[in-house]
């Protein structure tokens, strides 16, 4: 409501347009037909600097300047004359300056259409100008704020093609500061671009490059004329090297699928074969047209449930490891370990499985030998444990009967009998020693022995009952070895039984010895100087060039029905000889078979052993220590019959405490016989230290079931004197005795 509670409605017209007319910016008036003012509003009298009262009832003349006030009669004049409106453009001197207006001026007629006087609406062109250009300048404003902030680069240039403006993305997209850009020509700024979109590359002031997607636009004013051209370049550097790492990391990766010996493969969504290297091409014997597209349960068949557990494990869990067989092309189902992983995109939408199947048929391979050697370890434990069990009772049988064939009062028929159980028990003895050396091996007892007697008995024995004939060549004045006769000669039976077997419908086995004078490093593993060596020659069908190189692995074998152990036992007999051992082959050409074992310094083989008809008799007290009762009566026996006056004991610590007392008492024992190995109790090798740290010159002889133990051959090592393999005879003890007693230990 208006002030005072009046209702608008009353309210004159006059007093209600006098209202509205007095808050505008425009200059209104109101003049009759001779020129006297009727009606300003207040913007009027701002201007003027009159009131309304000073300037109503009079002329423009009394007002304006004449030529000014003429102006605005003869437009009044011409609006009345023309009863219509019409637009002037006026300038005007005011008190406060000179004013331009753009009025527009009117008719006003009464109820009959008469016109009574003509009204004005003028608008300053200085405001219209101002906010023209405040609006310009937000304008401007709001485009340098927003070429300063976008990541494009802007250059642009007049029509002569010079450089304008640049804005900081080009400047650093060009390696250039603004004022070193603006004012050059556009052509000398920026390279010539190709390609679509055209590219450029931008040598920078740094020695750097910038990559560049260029586009080039016309500029024209309002009339279509041009007036120069913009440049607008985004920097594609970072994109280029990022496409070109990519490029990179997929050529490395194709040249990783290609290089591994494993299948690689991905999986689509529906998980069928999208991706995959040769690999997977040569195990399958597929073609990639006949790979793609194919699903993945298709290359297994009896594994298959378990590529389906393996596959939906992966889509759950992100990844799997599972085993199953692969079916090749030829049918065959190969063992392999198939690792996969999942593939998902930023949303967790499955793209597919990605992974890697590896043939472990040689794995599986290994793990069988690795079990197989576990069996042999076992077998060697229990094979040890039998032999010396075994060896322990032949003592008893073997020293028994042999004093019983030096018992003067038997019968000639009855000494033919001992004499033959004494054989037999010798057979026996070397049947544990065999034993031992197979299942478990050792070191070699080594001793001088000439090669060819041993060879003509192997391929004897080896060509008996056979279609095969073994010829032999041995060079007369071969030199000796130094060797364990049973180890070496189980080497030579293998290699004859190869040989024989090289040639199922029969044929010629070659076996040579000679000397070789051998040269620094002509032989792995041996020295320059002279060697035995030893060829083994078959003309089978020879070996395939792909299987030499592991002819000599353990369980490696092309036998139905083979192991793999003969020829790599073989090797490891040969090598601990201080030899080498080596085959050569062609298919088609048979195969040969080289030993060489160094030669011996000494020209000659020991002595025979001492005849049994005559053992070495002896004097003086002998210590014995052993935990077999059996083995303690038949040594005492053996000892008595022998002259010795043996006194028995059953661990070392009682061995020991005895020596001590034997030699606190003047009268010390000759020599003390050891047992190697006391279940729950001190062995010989504990005791003979004892004894030797009170008595550094006793006379010690180990003795063992395990007659292959390292002991009993380096026994100096160990500080014996000398050692007694069981089972032994009477003939074996005089001979230990008489040669340790014949060396003085003294100083």
Not at 551 to 567: A, H, M, N, S, V
Not at 706 to 722: E, K, P
Request: proline fraction near 6%; charged fraction near 25%; glycine fraction near 10%.
């Amino acid at each position: 409501m208006p002030p005072g509670g009046a209702d608008p409605l009353r309210i004159a017209p006059e007093t209600l347009f006098a209202g509205l007319l007095s808050h505008t910016r425009l200059v209104v008036y109101l003049k009759d037909l001779s020129g006297r003012y009727l009606f300003v509003n207040k913007r009027y009298e701002e201007l003027s600097g009159a009131p309304a009262a000073f300037i109503i009832g009079k002329t423009d003349r009394d007002l304006f300047p004449p030529e000014v006030a003429g102006l605005f009669a003869a437009q009044d004049a011409a609006v009345a004359a023309k009863g219509a409106p019409a637009e002037f453009e006026e300038t005007i001197p005011l008190p406060g300056g000179v004013f331009s207006f753009i009025t527009e001026k009117f008719p006003l007629k009464d109820a009959d259409g008469r016109i009574w006087a003509v009204g004005g609406f003028c608008t300053e062109t200085t405001l219209q100008q101002r906010r023209a250009e405040e609006s310009l300048a937000a304008e401007r404003e709001r485009a340098r704020v927003t070429l300063r902030c976008i990541g494009d680069g802007v250059v642009s240039a007049d029509t002569d093609g010079v450089v304008l403006t640049v804005n900081p993305a080009a400047e650093g997209m060009l390696g250039r500061s603004g004022g070193e850009l603006v004012g050059r020509s556009l052509a000398e700024v920026l390279p010539p671009s190709a390609g679509d979109p055209p590219r450029l590359t931008i040598p920078r002031g740094d020695g750097s490059r910038c990559v560049c997607h260029v586009r080039t636009a016309p500029v024209a004013d309002r009339n279509g004329l041009p007036v120069g051209s913009v440049v607008s370049m985004r920097d594609m550097t970072a994109v280029e090297a990022a496409h070109e790492a990519l490029d990179g990391a997929l050529r490395r990766t194709r040249t990783i699928m290609k290089a591994i010996p494993d299948i690689f493969y991905l999986l689509d969504a529906d998980m069928r074969l999208a991706d995959w290297n040769e690999v997977l091409e040569t195990v399958s014997g597929l073609t990639p047209a006949q790979l793609r597209g194919r699903h993945a349960l298709e290359f297994f068949k009896s594994d298959k449930d378990v590529a389906a557990e393996g596959i939906a494990d992966a889509v759950s869990r992100g990844q799997t490891l599972r085993e199953a067989r692969f079916l090749t092309g030829d049918g065959r189902e190969i063992p392999y370990f198939w690792s996969a992983a999942a593939l998902r995109d930023a949303e967790g939408k499955l793209l597919g499985l990605v992974g890697v199947g590896r043939d472990i048929t040689e794995a599986k391979r290994e793990e069988a030998g690795r079990l197989t050697v576990q069996k042999l370890e076992s077998l060697g434990l229990l094979a040890g444990g039998i032999a010396h069990d075994f060896n322990n009772l032949l003592t008893g049988i073997i020293g028994n009967i042999s004093l019983l064939a030096g018992s003067a009062g038997l019968a000639p028929e009855d000494r033919d009998v001992v004499a033959a159980t004494l054989r037999a028990s010798s057979k026996a003895k070397n049947l544990t020693l065999q034993l031992l050396t197979f299942a478990k091996g050792g070191a070699p007892q080594k001793k001088t022995l000439a090669v060819g007697p041993l060879l003509r008995e192997a391929a004897d024995f080896v060509g008996r009952g056979s279609s095969v004939r073994c010829d032999l060549c041995v060079e007369d004045g071969l030199p000796l070895v130094e060797a364990d006769e049973g180890q070496l000669s189980q080497v030579v039976h293998n290699l004859i039984i190869n040989a024989r077997q090289a040639m199922p419908a029969g044929g010629v086995v070659s076996v040579s010895a000679r000397t070789a004078e051998l040269k620094a490093g002509e032989v792995r593993g041996l020295r320059a100087g002279p060697a035995v060596r030893i060829d083994v020659t078959d003309r089978g069908h020879g070996i395939p060039e792909e299987h030499l190189g592991r002819i000599f692995d353990p369980y490696f074998t092309t036998k139905r029905e083979g192991r793999g152990l003969g020829l790599a036992t073989s090797r490891s007999i040969v090598e601990m000889h201080g030899g080498a051992m080596s085959v050569f082959s062609r298919p088609g050409e048979g195969a040969t078979f080289t030993i060489h074992l160094p030669a011996s310094s000494s020209t000659e083989a020991p002595p025979p052993a001492p005849s049994p008809a005559s053992p070495a008799e002896g004097s003086g007290r002998i210590l014995v220590m052993d935990d077999e009762e059996e083995v303690v009566k038949v040594l005492e026996r053996i000892l008595r019959k022998l002259g010795y006056r043996p006194e028995s004991v059953f661990d070392g610590e009682t061995a020991v405490a005895a020596y001590r007392k034997a030699l606190a008492g003047g009268e010390p024992y000759r020599a003390v016989v050891m047992d190697l190995t006391i279940p729950g109790g001190m062995g010989g090798r504990a005791a003979a230290a004892r004894i030797l740290a009170v008595d550094p010159a006793a006379k010690l002889i180990v003795s063992s079931g395990y007659s292959n133990d390292d002991t009993l051959s380096d026994y100096a090592l160990h500080g014996f004197s000398g050692s007694l393999s069981k089972p032994y005879s009477v003939y074996e003890v005089a001979e230990a005795l008489t040669r340790v007693l014949a060396v003085s230990r003294r100083g």
